[in-house]
């Protein structure tokens, strides 16, 4: 990648600038496998890619970096995802 | 090189032309609105390849400015008075964020009263925004500066935007003849735009993010080290524009007489050209009076008035006011000078809102130094109709 010759603030593409951001969270999303049809809505919408979609299509949460925002428990057509409060 | 007879305006517009200005965000205010409406007519008669943006305000016109100089492309635009207030907040984005944008602000009154006349108080006014900031006295001036300005704002150790500043209506609409390069020399002189930096998808980066405290300070350190720099280079860029096609205005201050000057006027634009004729004849009558046109008012040109100061009085004339404090040339340049063996600083405050500052009016406050009427702490509001005046 190429890097700028600018005195300005620019900030370039790499994981976990901030660390783990999953400290951050209130609430937790809780997968319910039984009832999961593997439509990977959540995988699609969560805006931190902290869905994890396995080679079988199924999912799971990757909670270093997960804010807890409950947009996958808010898209799942099958009300599989459940936010219970963080201890 | 051929010879165009046209208002300061139009003539600007031709040299924005001929520098080949990739986006044009615009929005009209008087006095200015006949160079955007001169660069539009160009776009849509095929003269100008430019995307030609028509926003909704003077905010607008700066975010989208600095929008397209993101992407690494040269812009221009131009306003006056409100417009440029407008776009405050953006002036500080453009310049934090190192964008080359050249912009032309023709000099207006602020309102209430509603007007549509000279006065410095809007440019000045944005002095500590970060931007570049130069002073025009003719047409031919504004021709040689928007094509130095593009070269000045790109400079690796610059990078910083330029307001290029002119009067409204002495200079702005006043027919004046010019010498205008062809488009082979000025691409001669100025080569594509290469940005510092810029957003690509192909290069993803974010800018403008959150940076911490640990950091702010020296972004603005390098800011600085920018204008530093431009002091330098605004006097180089103007000495290589001479070599190749024969024109210079002047450096950081165009020196006018003044090798033997004990009194020297400072001033910016229409009256920095009408001080000339002042000179002249208060040296005919015996007077040794000289000028210093201040070209350059950021970066503000200290050494040189430091220089210029020795053993001499400064007599500044502000079309501009610094309401609490005072006129602004004024208490910059007695802030330059101070300690400097044998330098006075007066100041006068003329033609503040646009009235007219003749030469009979300059030679008027130069005699009031001369004859010992005047104190250098008390500054003096020329031609004032109410008490307390000169």
């Not at chain 2, 704002?153 to 004046?176: C, G, K």
């Amino acid at each position: 990648m190429e890097r700028y010759e600018a005195d300005t603030t620019l900030s370039y593409p790499c994981i976990a600038a901030a660390g783990k951001t999953g400290g951050w969270r209130d609430f937790k999303p809780v997968i319910d496998h039984a009832n999961c049809i593997k439509c990977l809505r959540c995988w699609a919408y969560c805006p931190e890619n902290a869905v994890k979609r396995a080679e079988d299509d199924s999912v799971s949460i990757d909670y270093d970096f997960c804010k807890g925002c409950g947009v996958c428990a808010h898209e799942c057509p099958k009300k599989a995802i459940a936010m219970e409060r963080e201890d | 090189m051929t010879t165009m007879f046209d208002v300061g305006n139009k003539i600007a517009a031709k040299a924005v032309q001929l520098c080949r200005p990739e986006v044009i965000a615009a929005y009209p205010i008087t006095p200015q609105t006949v160079i955007v409406e001169e660069l539009a007519r160009m776009v849509e008669a095929g003269e100008l390849t430019a995307e030609y943006l028509r926003v909704e305000s003077e905010h607008s016109v700066m975010a989208a400015t600095c929008s397209a100089a993101s992407m690494g492309v040269r812009t221009f635009t131009a306003t006056s008075s409100q417009g440029l207030a407008f776009m405050h907040e953006m002036l500080h984005w453009a310049s934090l964020s190192r964008l080359p944008i050249v912009m032309i602000n023709v000099n207006r009154t602020l309102g209430p009263g509603w007007s549509i006349w000279v006065d410095d108080t809007d440019s000045m006014s944005q002095r500590d925004t970060g931007w570049i900031q130069l002073y025009c006295s003719s047409a031919q001036e504004i021709f040689d500066t928007v094509i130095q300005s593009f070269k000045l704002a790109e400079h690796r150790d610059v990078q910083l935007p330029v307001m290029i500043n002119y009067s409204a209506f002495t200079i702005s609409h006043t027919m004046m003849p010019a010498e205008v390069l062809s488009q082979e020399q000025v691409d001669s002189f100025l080569p594509p735009f290469k940005p510092y930096w810029r957003l690509d998808w192909r290069n993803p980066v974010t800018f403008g993010n959150v940076l911490s405290d640990e950091y702010h300070m020296e972004k603005r350190y390098t800011m600085q080290q920018g204008m530093e720099r431009a002091k330098q280079l605004i006097p180089e860029i103007a000495r290589e524009y001479e070599q190749r096609f024969g024109r210079f205005h002047g450096g950081l201050i165009e020196e006018y007489r003044a090798d033997d000057a004990e009194y020297l006027l400072l001033a910016v634009s229409a009256v920095g050209s009408e001080a000339k004729v002042a000179v002249d004849n208060l040296r005919a009558m015996g007077y040794k009076v000289g000028l210093g046109r201040v070209r350059v008012v950021r970066p503000f040109p200290d050494e040189e008035l430091r220089r210029l100061g020795k053993g001499r009085s400064l007599i500044a004339l502000d079309r501009n006011i610094s309401v609490g404090s005072g006129g602004i040339v004024y208490h910059e340049t007695r802030s330059a000078v101070l300690g400097v063996a044998g330098c006075k600083v007066y100041g006068y405050l003329c033609g503040v809102g646009g009235r007219d500052v003749t030469y009979e009016d300059i030679e008027g406050m130069a005699l009031k130094v001369i004859k010992g009427e005047m104190h250098p702490d008390v500054v003096g509001w020329w031609d004032l109709k109410t008490a307390g005046g000169n």
